[in-house]
């Protein structure tokens, strides 16, 4: 079936992406979203191998070059966020595969220095739900302005965005919860010698901007900042010559003017089977939805294309 889909649409060449893979779920992500178990995973990427040729970045530069276009079908595979798992299970796998791949770092969490304000909303929620008494201390219920069910607390701290962090940062003061200590117990993110060796390894790396903000609630200078600066830090450190970056979130906001001004050779966005007019900037298809396998997914979006046909919704327009 995919393989008919493929030849119907036109559409050879996909960019899946992922942030985690791991048998147990880690408290900064497990309120947020499922991530993948290593067996699932590797039969995502046996999958792909099947229908698939695995792709490197010289492959995706020349698709580029070619008008988006390639002769058999290809799969470029990227990450987020630069988690720590990627490092203990994911390069490991992919280099047994002969599977290339693109990690992308927030410059201010590299080293385990920071933290994405969503993960300090995961781990409250982790708090609130090993200790449930502690939804009717009056300090939390104050902050939840007055709400005292889990449920309603849980739903408060999953609605707050980035220009709320300190908010995030206020309640983990009331649950005695450390996200320093967090940090250094858990190490969710790799180090700059762990980032090293992946790209020692024939990896890629890139910027995914400072701090994960999204980037519609952002004027175009922060953004263009937000975006320079992740890039920075990578080709500083010699980790990578070309200027590569992943959008946090989404690319949602982000006018035809950033891809003029930014320091970009080649960017991601998370919109899907899509096509983009901006020359060397492609759409992704987020691979975290559950329980889903890879084959599901991908022949969804390839469905979700025909359908989209049908009213001219395939292209993104700035």
Not at 97 to 124: E, H, M, Q, T
Not at 219 to 235: A, C, G, P
Not at 259 to 266: E, G
Request: with cysteine.
């Amino acid at each position: 079936m995919l393989n008919k889909l493929i030849r119907l649409t036109g559409q050879n060449t996909i960019f899946p992406f992922y942030h985690t893979v791991s048998d147990v779920a880690s408290a900064h992500i497990k309120h947020l979203y499922q991530s993948k178990k290593i067996l699932d995973f590797e039969k995502d990427l046996d999958f792909l191998l099947s229908h698939y040729r695995p792709m490197d970045l010289a492959d995706v530069i020349s698709y580029i070059n070619n008008g988006k276009k390639t002769e058999k079908p290809g799969f470029f595979l990227t990450f987020d966020d630069g988690l720590s798992e990627v490092y203990n299970h994911i390069c490991p796998m992919l280099y047994r595969k002969g599977i290339p791949a693109a990690v992308f770092f927030n410059s201010a969490f590299v080293d385990n220095k920071g933290l994405f304000y969503r993960y300090k909303a995961s781990i409250l929620i982790e708090k609130l739900s090993e200790s449930p008494h502690l939804v009717k201390n009056n300090a939390v219920v104050r902050w939840a302005g007055g709400k005292n069910k889990i449920s309603d607390i849980k739903n408060t701290i999953l609605n707050i965005r980035y220009a709320g962090t300190a908010e995030l940062d206020s309640l983990a003061e009331i649950l005695h919860v450390s996200f320093n200590d967090y940090l250094q117990k858990t190490k969710p993110y790799m180090t700059l010698d762990q980032i090293s060796s992946i790209v020692q390894q024939g990896f890629y790396a890139g910027g995914h901007s400072i701090d994960h903000p999204e980037y519609y609630n952002l004027s175009q200078v922060e953004q263009l900042r937000q975006t320079n600066e992740s890039i920075q830090y990578i080709t500083d450190r010699h980790l990578s010559s070309e200027k590569l970056f992943a959008f946090p979130f989404s690319d949602t906001g982000v006018q035809s003017t950033f891809f003029t001004s930014a320091k970009i050779d080649l960017s991601f966005g998370t919109a899907g089977l899509k096509n983009d007019p901006i020359r060397h900037h492609l759409q992704r298809i987020p691979m975290e939805k559950g329980e889903l396998s890879a084959k599901k997914l991908i022949i969804n979006q390839y469905l979700y294309y025909i359908l989209k046909s049908f009213f001219d919704k395939n292209t993104i327009r700035r």
